[in-house]
């Protein structure tokens, strides 16, 4: 079972990469930008487990180490709706 | 006292800590690997500077979730000291043994420099030979020391007195500009309720020699051997 967690910083919390990023890009010529945050992508694979089973595991590991709750969110997609996205590659 | 100095793949000042408790404390020390889970035999734990893990996910993130920390849990419960300096205190906030949490500098910089800190709290075994409002000097290491808490944690760090070290001006104002990372509120250590596990990102142990440029983090060395010797002799208050 593959499973995807999307780590970012909470709404409210400065980000100070995203901003730096910004900047880069607005001195490319990108002055349309509005925001900018930077998030972090983990693909997990793991051994057999339904993709609901998936979630609850994998949402035990964000809540033990993958993610900090005083500054981050995360979301979680399993193969199923990873699986479409991968196809139209 | 006994000290025991925890090396992480990736910990830089272990050598320094094991310097200063060794040479010039003459105190009995010992390494600490950080797949130990026996702390036993000893009264104060220190958790060095450095990269634990190369700081991966997080600073201290994979570090908080080591053997030799979960064996530090127990270790606190029994009413052992423990110190984390700079990297040290990302692994405390990470493990939960301390609130909040360090991050990337406002700056974005990494900051090593000397800094300025004014001694908000003379109440724990680290730091009651201070006297309160005291202006100290030791340097600073990082590139993420942003001390960051939800609104009601720094209300209980400030009505609990738990915030102990602040980055101030020379002459102990605390001030936006002496703010090297932007930490909130100036934050530069807290101590857990029971005064017993302190959390800094300055460097006391680069700061305990004349030959270094300064003896301030000495003291805090002093202190916790006060605790033991009891007998105030080098107590200023």
Redesign the interface.
Known sequence: MKARVLVRLKPG??D??GA?VKRALAGLGFSELNDLRVGKVIDIDLDGATPGEARGRVGEMCR???A?P??EEYTIETVDDLAPREAAR | MRFGVVVFPGTWSDCDFHYVISEVLHQPVRYVWHRERELGQLDCVILPGGFSYGDY??AG??GG?SPVVEALREFVAGGGLVLGSCNGFQILC?AGLLP??L????C?QYRCQSSHLVVENVDTPFTRGFRPGQVLTMPISHGEGKY???AETLVRLKQQNLIVFRYAEADGRVTKASNPNGSLDNIAGIVNPEGRVLGMMPHPERASETAMGGTDGLLMFQSLLGTLVEDGTFLKR
């Open positions: 919390i400065m100070v990469q730096a033990q180490l993958l900090n005083i500054l | 996910l997080r993130a994979v979730r990470e909040g949490v991050t990337r500098n406002e974005l960051y808490a939800d």
